[in-house]
């Protein structure tokens, strides 16, 4: 079962920063999930919609320019990064979830995937683009038939993994709360992944590796790792969410 960093180490630094995929490097994850916005003709790696929780600043991120987002920092700490200065920083180091949490332009995005394969040592089979809006799936998928996409979904589906089926998605990625095993066993019949997100407690890692989930998306990767390879873990003195 992978265990793909959410957010990088997201426990122990920053979301969505250089600093928490560097935390998630060294903690050997199989893979980082980020999550990307375009802002004034750059592809920035960001979460939220509006800017408070993380930036202690008002208002919402796409109104911003890249002078003003340059000037940012999250939790008073990190820079936002860019998606090119991440894909250079993480090199092919591990696999790379890029989830669209916002409306992107698929020239620009596959521009960079270009640039990731062609400069920065990842591969095809390393490079996954999720999202809930299915929509900007299958166009990215028209565009880019081989591109590898995961399908998001909050919900437990009347027809379990058909969704992914028919987006020729690579992957579901299904919410903690609503996966069971028949979604699994669907899924895999479609030779399609199953990932859950986002899985942090001993117990449920556990589950979820006994149920043959292919991955799990966790703010805590070493914590995981343990669980997963049976070393000794303690609930009270793991560190939480940044």
Known sequence: MLIIAHRGASAIAPENTLAAFQKALEAHADGIELDIY??????????????????????????????????????????????????????????????????????????????ALRECNFTHEQLLVSSFNHHWLQRLKDARPQIRIGALTYNSLLDYAQCADTLQAYSIHVGVDFIEPELVVDAHARGIR?????????????????????????????????????????????????
């Not at 920035?44 to 340059?70: K, M, N, W």
């Not at 149920?211 to 939480?240: C, K």
């Open 194 to 242: 199953v990932y859950v997100f986002t899985v942090d407690e001993a117990q449920d890692i556990a589950w979820l590796r006994d149920m043959g989930v292919d991955g799990i998306f966790t703010n805590h990767p070493q914590f995981a790792r343990n669980v997963l390879e049976g070393l000794p873990v303690s609930q009270e003195t793991r560190l939480w969410r940044y």
């Open 38 to 115: 375009e802002v004034d003709g750059q592809i920035y790696v960001f979460h939220d919609r509006y800017l408070e929780r993380l930036t202690a600043q008002p208002g919402r991120l796409q109104d911003l320019s890249q002078s003003q987002i340059a000037t940012l920092r999250i939790f008073g700490q990190q820079a936002i990064p860019t998606l090119k200065e991440t894909l250079v920083a993480l090199a092919g180091q591990c696999l790379l979830n890029i989830e669209l949490k916002g409306k992107v332009s698929h020239s620009l995005l596959l521009e960079l995937l270009d640039f």
